[in-house]
């Protein structure tokens, strides 16, 4: 089953950062659709170059975030940011290198969607109880 969309578990209490998780299920759910009604390979590639900018500005806000508050996991956040963006770029990869294979959703599903969604409920939720401790 498919499950790019945004439920109200994924909601952290800080409202910059879940009005960008918001809007990144809803990209990851564009390109769900993209690939499994069999666009064009240039056109997924497209939306995963525009998905890792989106990605890289997100990031920087929690990251940021972190910094101001000195939280003490913010290496441990950023490596696994880092990770994030290397599963995007691999899969561009592969789609630059072999076309769309017939699996691409599945990949976007478990490499992208999943990784995102068990983030969001633990690292994310950690850093984000430590700072709404601290912020006005
Ligand atoms: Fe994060």
């Known amino acids: ?8 578990e ?3 209490g800080l409202e910059e950062i879940d009005n960008q998780h918001r809007a ?7 390109l769900l659709d993209a690939c499994i ?3 064009a390979a240039e056109e997924v590639i497209g939306m995963l170059a ?18 101001r508050f000195a939280y003490p996991g913010l290496p441990f956040h950023r490596q696994q940011h880092e990770q994030f963006r290397q599963r995007l770029a691999l899969l561009k990869e592969e789609m ?9 959703a599945l990949q976007v599903n478990e490499m992208l969607v ?11 939720k950690e850093a984000t109880l430590f700072l709404s401790d601290r912020l006005p």
């Not at 089953?1 to 109200?8: C, G, I, Q, S």
């Not at 525009?50 to 910094?67: A, I, K, P, S």
């Not at 630059?96 to 691409?104: A, F, H, I, L, Q």
């Open 1 to 8: 089953m498919v499950m790019t969309r945004w439920n109200d």
């Open 24 to 30: 990144l299920f809803g990209k990851l759910e564009t």
């Open 114 to 124: 999943d990784w995102l969604r068990n983030h969001i409920l633990t690292v994310d």
């Open 10 to 12: 994924l909601n952290l």
């Open 50 to 67: 525009f998905l890792d900018d989106y990605v890289v500005v997100h990031f920087r806000t929690e990251e940021e975030l972190q910094e």
């Open 37 to 39: 009604s069999g666009r």
């Open 96 to 104: 630059t290198k072999e076309g769309k294979g017939s699996d691409v």
